[in-house]
Every structure is written in structure tokens, then in C-alpha cells.
């Protein structure tokens, strides 16, 4: 397994979960790394990625300021961390490789999804 996410789970409005994306050695040192995700009935949505080289990242503009992408290259691991969670941030979250332009896209490698729902 190249990339497995883990974390989401059930959580209240306003509140915080920390997403964890295991990745092998290769793809942490060759490619960018972020997270996708997607609700019932809607189509796919780019949410964050995180540079391979600098570090620099990738935000969508609906989670600027509340979500923070990060890196640890000694436990493989990407993180998101989701603050003042919205009941539209429910989805199925992705880790996979990524590049950004205007938009953030898939580079070719994808992990299994972890479910994030956000409720009262």
C-alpha cells in the first residue's frame, strides 16, 4: 500500500479532526502529496497538497484559513488538520499525489478514502 489515509470520523460544527496520510519513502521524497475529497452527489474536489521539494502548498479557497496541510518525513506521514469544521466539509477524504496550477489534480497515485462527517 502506497498511501493510506486514516482519521476522519463523525464531528461536531466548529470543531477539529486531524487527517493522517501513510505514505511509502518513494512517494514522499518524489511527489507531491495532498488531499482530495468528495461528497455524496458531487463531483471530485482538490482541497490541499503539500510540495515534495519546498514545502510550499496548495490551498482551495472554502478551507483557506481553516485547514493546514503538513508533512513529516520521518514517520511518512502527510497530515491534514481541519479546524472550525462546516457541515459542507463532509466528504470522503483522499490522500494522493498531486500538482497544482489554478486548480489542484492527481499526478497518478490515490489512496482509499476516509469518511469525515460533520453534524450535530
Known amino acids: 500500500v502506497q498511501l493510506q489515509a486514516s482519521g476522519g470520523g463523525l464531528v461536531q460544527p466548529g470543531g477539529s479532526l486531524r487527517l493522517s496520510c501513510a505514505a511509502s519513502?518513494?512517494?514522499?521524497?518524489?511527489?507531491?502529496i495532498g488531499w482530495f475529497r468528495q461528497a455524496p452527489g458531487k463531483e471530485r474536489e482538490g482541497v490541499s497538497c503539500?510540495?515534495?521539494?519546498?514545502?510550499?502548498?496548495y490551498y482551495v479557497d472554502s478551507v483557506k484559513g481553516r485547514f493546514t496541510i503538513s508533512r513529516d518525513n520521518r514517520k511518512n506521514t502527510v497530515y491534514l488538520q481541519m479546524n472550525s469544521l462546516k457541515p459542507e466539509d463532509t466528504a470522503v477524504y483522499y490522500c494522493?499525489?498531486?500538482?497544482?496550477?489554478?486548480?489542484?489534480?492527481?499526478?497518478?497515485?490515490w489512496g482509499k478514502g476516509t469518511l469525515v462527517t460533520v453534524s450535530s
Open positions: 503539500i510540495s515534495s521539494s519546498d514545502g510550499s502548498t
Open positions: 519513502r518513494f512517494l514522499l521524497d518524489y511527489y507531491s
Open positions: 494522493a499525489t498531486c500538482g497544482w496550477g489554478d486548480v489542484l489534480y492527481g499526478t497518478g497515485y
